[in-house]
């Protein structure tokens, strides 16, 4: 059974930073696009940063230039460096990964972030 494992979530001042990862028990992580996405109370989830298999990534607004995705497809696992962080970025946090296809989508449980003074 395909597991997705977040790790490296918690609470943390303004300005802060903390690096999120994500251990996938998948067989070949290398044929499948990752990201991590979040969802604050009240809100829908959302889109924070994706990393195809060509290593190409793609960030929300609100994210970049504090936000970083990279993936170690060796180790099974993908991460998020997160710096500058404030407020409005206090979400749970979900890893996903899917299938070159499509046709195969694979979510963790999620980790929470707090950012709070």
């Known amino acids: 059974q395909v597991q997705l494992v977040e790790f490296g979530g918690g609470l943390v001042q303004p300005g802060g930073s903390l690096r999120l990862g994500c251990a996938a028990s998948i067989s070949r992580l290398s044929s499948y696009n990752l990201g991590w996405y979040r969802q604050a109370p009240g809100k829908q989830r959302e889109s924070v940063a994706t990393?195809?298999?060509?290593?190409?990534?793609n960030y929300a607004d609100s994210v970049k230039g504090r936000f970083t995705i990279s993936r170690d497809n060796a180790k099974n696992a993908v991460y998020l460096q997160m710096n500058s962080l404030k407020p409005e970025d206090t979400a749970v946090y979900y890893c996903s990964a899917v299938s070159s296809g499509g046709n195969v989508n694979y979510w963790g449980q999620g980790t929470q972030v707090t950012v709070s003074s």
């Open positions: 990393i195809n298999i060509e290593g190409r990534t």
